[in-house]
């Protein structure tokens, strides 16, 4: 068996599963978002038991602090849920962050479990070869009440990564490599593979395992090695089951990637698939704003190498650079490190941790006609704001590259690299 399917067989208590099953599973670990309480999302509607409260999780992240009284009011939903059935598991404001990063800082995605979560890039849990998948807000109310949920196996492609990433690439460039080269998975699982792996840090491993869901992945792993162990262990996480796909397990296909051949990539507005092209080539394209942020390049490691570039340069007038940490930790590592000191130094605006402008709702969103180079999840149509604005998708490196020149632009051009 594959990896996805030996931890469907061993949440669904079956000693075997393939391709086209339907199967019943437990789930390790449920994330509900602030969203999952708005009056808006089958009425305001919510479970009325909780069976396994230890296996909950409520993040406030998409709308933080809350941007209108709608949102004031499902955080309080929130709060009063979670006291009333008691959920200890509880990132409030102060605590909070965009819910994929919360769950790695703590540890609540581990090898060989099942999580799920009321967003769709909840495949980000794979980087921890943990099987993460979103589900919608009805579904999320039977896993509540019930503590499981059914899946359909789905065939699983091999991704085998060979070569090192290069500077100033990193996994947002893997991912776009992959869309230009391969395309959708659509309705098939993505599993790691290849010496190219143990080059990767765990940071690359999540942006990648972040962004497949936008090639169409349904479940998406890594295998777990040192680098995951290490990760969890210090965080107090002792006791885990990783799975590894079988010598003789059954692939739909591969997908062969040298990470060596990568240069910065950026894809063209609307999406991804067979949409992407090297930064250098776009050099002629404006822009009204630049973005750094969301679950996929929120990190401490993307701000790092933002504030290195950005370190004694100006972000180009007539340009804007908003920056968002993925977490209130995450910024507080950015700001005792010197980095939001630096951000701000070169003409960039950093804002608490939200998912706001990565889905067009606030602190960020861009008006009729505006261009806007972003390091966000996805560059859909009327995606961070009016349907009338071009969003085009890249690393932070080219995101910070491009804020100041105000064009976009190959970070590589101003290091001399």
Excluded at 20 to 42: E, H, M
Excluded at 84 to 93: P, R, Y
Excluded at 117 to 141: I, K, P, R, W, Y
Excluded at 226 to 232: A, E, G, H, N
Aim: proline letters at 4%.
């Amino acid at each position: 068996m594959t990896m996805s399917e030996k931890v469907l067989a061993r949440a669904s208590g079956r000693s075997w599963v393939k391709p086209g099953d339907v199967v019943v599973a437990r789930v390790d670990r449920a994330v509900l978002l602030d969203t999952q309480f708005s009056s808006n999302i089958y009425g305001g509607r919510l479970p009325a038991k909780v069976p396994y409260p230890e296996h909950v999780t409520i993040v406030l992240d998409h709308a933080v602090p809350a941007p209108s009284v709608r949102d004031a009011n499902a955080h309080a939903a929130a709060r009063s849920w979670a006291k009333d059935f008691k959920i200890q598991s509880f990132f409030d404001l102060g605590r909070h962050g965009i819910c994929h990063q919360v769950i790695a800082e703590n540890a609540l995605a581990r090898p060989g479990e099942l999580l799920v979560c009321s967003d769709s890039h909840t495949c980000a849990a794979g980087a921890f070869n943990c099987a993460g998948q979103g589900v919608g807000g009805a579904e999320m109310l039977q896993v509540v009440s019930t503590g499981g949920t059914w899946f359909t196996v789905q065939p699983t492609i091999q991704v085998e990564l060979t070569g090192m990433v290069p500077d100033y690439c990193d996994g947002k460039d893997i991912f776009l490599g992959l869309g230009k080269a391969f395309g959708s998975a659509g309705g098939q699982n993505l599993e790691f593979s290849g010496d190219g792996i143990t080059t990767l840090s765990l940071h690359n491993r999540r942006i990648i395992a972040t962004q497949c869901v936008e090639l169409n992945a349904e479940f998406v792993l890594f295998p777990a090695d040192v680098t995951t162990s290490s990760y969890l262990r210090e965080r107090g996480v002792q006791d885990f089951s990783p799975v590894v796909a079988d010598r003789d397990a059954e692939f739909a296909g591969t997908w062969l990637l040298n990470l060596s051949d990568l240069e910065p990539l950026v894809a063209l507005p609307g999406g991804v698939i067979g949409n992407v092209v090297p930064a250098m080539a776009l050099d002629h394209i404006r822009l009204n704003q630049c973005f750094i942020g969301s679950c996929a390049n929120g990190h401490i490691e993307d701000l790092r190498l933002a504030a290195r570039i950005l370190k004694g340069r100006s972000v180009a007038s007539g340009t804007r650079l908003i920056v968002t940490p993925a977490s209130h930790h995450v910024y507080l590592e950015a700001v005792k490190a010197g980095y939001v000191e630096t951000i701000i130094e070169a003409g960039g605006l950093v804002t608490n941790s939200t998912c706001g402008a990565c889905f067009g709702y606030h602190m960020g969103v861009l008006g009729d006609g505006e261009v806007c180079l972003t390091a966000s999840t996805r560059n859909f149509k009327g995606r961070m704001g009016s349907p009338n604005a071009e969003v085009f998708m890249a690393s932070p490196a080219t995101v910070a590259a491009s804020a100041i020149t105000g064009c976009i632009t190959d970070p590589r051009e101003l290091t001399g690299e």
